[in-house]
């Protein structure tokens, strides 16, 4: 490779990167589990780290120094690099945030030659390459031989890797404190949301905006005043799909965002012979998903054909305005009741008797059903511009990893 410098550097650094294996300047180990059936080894105060836990301040399990004395698993100190080598979350790379302990699922590395930091944002660059590569390749598994032989650029000096570790370090610093304010917003709006609807057992709600009084209808369930249907899956479904435009709308799970309010799109379409075995809604229907994360409503923005996977809320009566009908079914009391009712062991479910029977109090005064669903509106634009900035800056930190660093196809 002849071009061994990145595309972006800091003025008072130059000359050319080294590309060599991790091991040469880290020194790497796996840990173990202590046995489970002797109670002297847990309960301590040293946390044990296993894979997906690598990027957290606490644990679920702590050990005791005699659960580290016999046993094969290691301590690993806050700012050493922790790497996911099998789970669900493998190939995942962290700085340690606590001192504690890793079982044989995590790969430790530290040195003293080199920044823990930027072998941090080195492996996070290359992380889908390694994937690729080694899991989805066969692998299987990452192993610490395997990351141990990676092949990857450092420059000479430490202080240039330092210098790049603590730039992308700011970057996240400032990631982590908007994701703060996303998360702020969406804490008030679900505390506003258990003020501005009444309470079980209570007749009016505890915050309410002034002009409106007198006592709200609390006497009806959902199917009182819509229509709850399912959808239908035409089988087998690759019979029915179509690439031609006057096909029908076909909605999955995965073509909504689940932080969204609106369904506006899908990606697919069925044939119109589909219509007789599926079911078709309607711009201004609610739809609930029926198992998985089930009960999150969704406003249809678009006509389209639902799977049973779905349930759809329609012919909703005038006097209830849909927008006020969706924060209610979202509200915690609504979301509450589906959690008590719903069907099902390892996997729950809801059916549509569950969803009939939803209770729904609503201010008989549309205007007050209107004010409310607007003050919610309006702090859901808030939270999606505040996620739109955190997507902005994640995009500015992909593409400024990538010049920032030398790559194999550079």
């Avoid at 730039?167 to 703060?180: F, G, H, R």
């Avoid at 012919?315 to 009908?325: G, Q």
């Avoid at 609504?334 to 029977?357: P, V």
């Amino acid at each position: 490779m002849s071009n061994l410098v990145p595309k972006l550097r800091f003025k008072e650094f130059s000359g050319k990167w080294e590309e060599e294996k991790i091991s040469k300047f880290f020194k790497t180990y796996s840990g173990g589990t202590p046995s489970t059936t002797n109670k002297s080894y847990y309960g301590g105060t040293i946390p044990f780290i296993r894979s997906a836990e690598i990027n957290k301040l606490k644990t679920e399990l702590f050990l005791t120094n005699d659960g580290i004395e016999n046993s094969s698993a290691k301590l690993v100190k806050k700012g050493d690099v922790l790497y996911a080598l099998y789970g669900a979350n493998s190939g995942d790379v962290a700085i340690s945030k606590i001192d504690g302990a890793i079982n044989q699922a995590i790969l430790c590395l530290d040195s003293k030659e080199a920044s823990n930091s930027f072998l941090y944002y080195n492996l996070t660059n290359i992380k889908t390459k390694i994937i690729n590569q080694y899991i989805q390749g066969g692998q299987g598994n990452l192993s610490g031989d395997i990351i141990k032989s990676l092949e990857v650029f450092f420059p000479k000096e430490k202080q240039e890797q330092q210098k790049i570790a603590n730039c992308l370090s700011s970057l996240d610093s400032l990631i982590e404190a908007q994701n703060k304010k996303v998360e702020a917003l969406k804490e008030h709006k679900k505390g506003l949301m258990q003020q501005l609807f009444p309470s079980e057992g209570e007749t009016v709600p505890e915050l309410r905006f002034d002009g409106f009084s007198g006592e709200w209808e609390s006497n009806k369930v959902l199917d009182d005043i819509s229509d709850i249907v399912r959808g239908g899956s035409p089988r087998p479904i690759d019979d029915y799909m179509t690439l031609a435009n006057d096909g029908l709308n076909w909605l999955k799970i995965a073509d909504v965002d689940k932080n969204s309010k609106y369904v506006t799109h899908t990606k697919e379409r069925v044939k119109k012979s589909a219509l007789s075995k599926t079911r078709e809604v309607h711009i201004g229907d609610l739809i609930l998903s029926n198992s998985m994360s089930f009960g999150r409503p969704y406003i249809m923005k678009i006509k389209s054909c639902i799977h049973d996977g779905w349930i759809a809320v329609t012919d909703i009566e005038s006097y209830i305005s849909s927008d006020y009908l969706y924060y209610m079914i979202l509200s915690p009391r609504s979301q509450k009741f589906f959690i008590d009712y719903a069907a099902g062991g390892g996997i729950r479910n809801l059916n549509a008797d569950i969803i009939k029977s939803l209770p729904i109090p609503f201010p008989k005064v549309e205007q007050e059903q209107e004010k409310i669903a607007d003050c919610l509106s309006s702090l859901d634009s808030l939270i999606d511009a505040q996620n739109k900035k955190v997507e902005a800056l994640k995009e500015h930190k992909k593409g400024l990893m990538q010049q920032l660093f030398v790559s194999s196809e550079g």
